[in-house]
């Protein structure tokens, strides 16, 4: 007996939609600048959820906000060195939040501010500014001088 394909089980790959995105050269670049961005911010272990969301911010601050991401799920989970198991449920996650809405080949952001919040996402993928150039020295408050403990006499208590 054949096995019928049905399509809430599997998302196979569509040649088209990966042809397509391999032909951009903008979102290639992009792409390869937001994994290593993720890759600096995020050395050591770090949750799966808080990494995919990094990598879609930083996408977002170098493509543009209202840009829909044609990324497959299969390379999201090679580039970040994510299980594809855990990467489905992750934007399966974020979808049920609405904070994206996932198609088969093509991820769009609706909410920023929210999957910014679950990435700790602060735009540090950003290229400086000439105002960041400079360095400037922040000035230390002046630390208050802590209240001497002193016993019922008046001497300065000792513990030791």
Do not use: N
């Amino acid at each position: 007996m054949a096995t019928r394909f049905h399509p809430s089980r599997s998302f196979p790959r569509h040649p088209i939609a990966l042809e397509d995105a391999a032909r951009d050269p903008r979102f290639e670049a992009a792409f390869k600048a937001a994994v290593k961005a993720e890759r600096a911010a995020h050395p050591g272990a770090c949750p799966p959820r808080r990494r995919i969301a990094f990598l879609l911010c930083e996408l977002g601050t170098r493509l543009g906000p209202d840009a829909s991401f044609r990324v497959d799920r299969a390379r999201l989970a090679d580039a970040l060195g994510i299980g594809l198991g855990k990467v489905k449920r992750v934007l399966a996650l974020f979808a049920l939040s609405r904070d994206i809405a996932p198609d088969l080949h093509r991820i769009r952001v609706i909410d920023w501010r929210r999957l910014c919040s679950a990435a700790g996402y602060e735009g540090t993928g950003l290229a400086p500014s000439e105002e960041e150039d400079e360095i400037v020295a922040i000035p230390r408050r002046e630390e208050e001088a802590e209240p001497q403990l002193t016993t019922m006499s008046g001497e300065p208590a000792f513990f030791g």
